[in-house]
């Protein structure tokens, strides 16, 4: 028979979503949001029932081949996947069947960069909330505070595919402060869609886009003071490091600089905005002055100059398809950029940074990885497909819970009409934690408070559309 999901309206999307609804998964996640600290996860998964998709095509973000096989999901989990995958002991054998019929079945996509919720839909100035353009220096801000969860943008990024994404503050700072990462699914907190115990990140920006912002306003002015600045902050934070170390619950806290110790403890992961090969292989080398590890370089449009480099220095890469050429740091641009990092040995990956393109992430590989195949490469479908989930889930810290198709992982599922490198291919289903939250056939899709207040009208603008100030 053909699984036919439950129908939620969005009212209960947000209820069973939020901490203080009854309406609970039937098992919970075997890693609990902690809540003892202010601002922690309240995530917790929508109900969900025993499922067997079957018939499927699998490209499941670990092999390099497409597989034919079954997945059987249980507890919000995966608990069996593969060409010869059978129920496991317990599971019900009157469980609901979805008859994928051979069609593509994938990981749910991972954004590691998006600014949804920080620069929110309708586009105006009052939704700006992206960058702290107050001084280069803003590490002890966090981009969570500035999330607006009823950012229609989240529910058009999920019809996209969009299970996870990592929403980071802008690029005008040389330390633009934390980063988060969210599960796409509907609440009415920012916590509730916080991804359980995913690691900090921190963002940093190199280039023109701090010296250009601060040039007239006391500075850096040049790339030089860009890396001074760098410099400088670090060993602050190298000494507050000592001192806390050393004196323990008595030590008076500085946001700023505690951010920047958590790095150097390796409890935070640097997301780097940086297009330049040599301003690249530069913030490696101030890495590992200060015995920091830089995780992601992201745009990092001249890194097929150093894949060799980043490899050597276990750094990813998350890289658009094709936008170069737009500022002079960006100009030395190729479409063969992410292949040609993967084929380097490094971590490559493509990242949207729109809130367009978060809605076809699936076609940008696509693009890239035909590019890639076209200049000589023999790169399989299934092994670019580790660019949309399983690179960014092992950049982000979360690759032992979402990512891939493995037993014990988060069921984030994304079925497809079609083959998704396909210009044609949409999702037609979605799970995420193994509950059924998009469907196309029967409509099912949540959709934010704020369009529900709007109707089906189109937005009314008030005043001002400019969102000045959104990533650099």
Request: charged residues 25%.
């Amino acid at each position: 028979m053909k699984y036919r999901p439950l129908l939620l309206s969005a009212a209960a999307f947000l209820m069973a979503c939020d901490p203080s609804s009854s309406d609970k998964a039937e098992t919970k996640p075997h890693k609990e949001a902690k809540t003892e600290t202010a601002f922690a996860s309240t995530y917790s998964p929508l109900a969900s029932v025993p499922i067997r998709i079957a018939n499927a095509k699998l490209m499941d973000g670990v092999s390099s081949e497409v597989l034919s096989g079954d997945l059987y999901i249980q507890g919000g989990r995966i608990v069996a996947v593969g060409a010869n995958a059978e129920a496991p002991e317990g599971f019900p054998s009157d469980a609901a069947i979805l008859d994928a019929q051979g069609r593509f079945v994938t990981p749910g996509i991972i954004d590691i960069h998006s600014h949804l919720g920080n620069y929110a839909s309708p586009g105006v100035r009052a939704h700006g909330d992206g960058n702290e353009i107050t001084s280069p220096i803003t590490s002890e801000v966090d981009a969570e505070h500035g999330v607006w969860p009823q950012d229609p943008g989240f529910d058009e990024a999920l019809k996209g595919g969009i299970t996870t994404l990592h929403i980071l503050p802008g690029s005008a700072n040389l330390f633009g402060g934390k980063g988060v990462t969210l599960r796409n699914i509907a609440s009415r907190t920012v916590q509730g869609m916080k991804f359980p115990e995913a690691p900090e990140t921190l963002k940093m920006a190199c280039g023109e886009n701090p010296k250009r912002v601060y040039g007239d306003k006391g500075g850096p002015g040049s790339r030089m003071g860009n890396v001074a600045g760098y410099r400088k902050n670090w060993i602050r934070a190298t000494e507050y490091k000592k001192k806390r170390d050393k004196d323990g619950d008595d030590f008076v806290r500085d946001l700023q600089l505690e951010t920047l110790a958590d790095v150097i403890d390796g409890k935070i992961l640097v997301q780097m905005h940086c297009y330049r090969a040599d301003e690249m292989v530069q913030i490696l080398d101030i890495a590992k002055e200060f015995n920091y590890k830089v995780t992601t370089f992201h745009h990092a449009v001249e890194a097929y100059k150093i894949g060799d480099i980043l490899a050597e220095n276990g750094t990813c890469a998350a890289m658009w398809a094709d936008w170069y050429g737009f500022k002079m740091e960006s100009y030395d641009g190729i479409r063969e950029n992410v292949p040609f990092v993967h084929a380097a040995g490094a971590c490559a990956m493509i990242h949207s940074d729109d809130d367009n393109n978060i809605q076809r992430l699936n076609q940008e590989v696509a693009k890239t990885w035909a590019d890639g195949n076209r200049a000589g490469l023999n790169i399989s479908k299934a092994e670019a497909w580790k660019w949309l989930s399983t690179n960014p889930a092992k950049a982000l810290g979360i690759l032992d819970e979402t990512g891939t198709l493995e037993v014990g992982k988060r069921a984030d599922i994304v079925l497809w009409s079609a083959d998704p490198f396909s210009t044609y291919a949409r999702p037609e289903t979605i799970l995420i934690d193994g509950a059924t939250i998009f469907d196309r056939e029967s409509g099912l899709e949540p959709k934010s408070d704020f369009r529900l207040g709007q109707g089906e009208a189109p937005f009314s603008i008030p005043q001002e559309t400019s969102n000045a100030g959104e990533e650099l």
